[in-house]
């Protein structure tokens, strides 16, 4: 199993009302990915609520392997949701490693 974790880092211009809906509105949309990308496993996205840290949300997902990942990372519908969050993102970072069985 893969376990791929990303944190995302909001601009600072994004505020207010639209940074909250944009941050819901790519929850959503990840959310609902499972009922298009059946090699998803497990997916969740959550906002951080440290003030202090630098990345706005951190999204965990699970994949039987890495090639289910990369099939993930181009499908057309997560291309379409990561569309929503693109603009406003100033910076990601991203870690994909294996557990055993």
Same mark, same amino acid.
């Given at each position: 199993?893969?376990?791929?974790?990303?944190?995302?880092?909001?601009?600072?211009? #994004?505020? *207010?009302? !639209?940074?909250? %809906?944009?941050? %819901?509105?790519?929850?959503? *949309?990840?959310?609902? #990915?499972? $009922?298009?990308?059946?090699?998803? !496993?497990?997916? $969740?996205?959550?906002?951080?609520?440290?003030?202090?840290? %630098? @990345? =706005?949300?951190? #999204? @965990?997902?699970?994949?039987?392997?890495? =090639? =289910?990942?990369?099939?993930?990372?181009?499908?057309?519908?997560?291309?379409?949701?990561? *569309?929503?969050? !693109?603009?406003?993102?100033?910076? !990601?970072?991203?870690? =994909? @490693?294996?557990? *055993?069985?």
């Amino acid at each position: 199993m893969v376990k791929h974790i990303v944190l995302f880092q909001l601009n600072d211009e #994004l505020q *207010g009302e !639209r940074r909250e %809906q944009v941050k %819901q509105d790519f929850r959503n *949309g990840i959310m609902a #990915l499972p $009922e298009v990308i059946p090699f998803i !496993r497990n997916i $969740e996205v959550e906002f951080n609520v440290n003030p202090k840290e %630098q @990345y =706005d949300i951190a #999204l @965990y997902s699970e994949f039987d392997c890495l =090639d =289910d990942v990369k099939a993930y990372a181009v499908h057309p519908q997560h291309v379409e949701v990561a *569309g929503i969050i !693109r603009p406003y993102m100033k910076n !990601r970072a991203c870690v =994909d @490693y294996e557990i *055993g069985e």
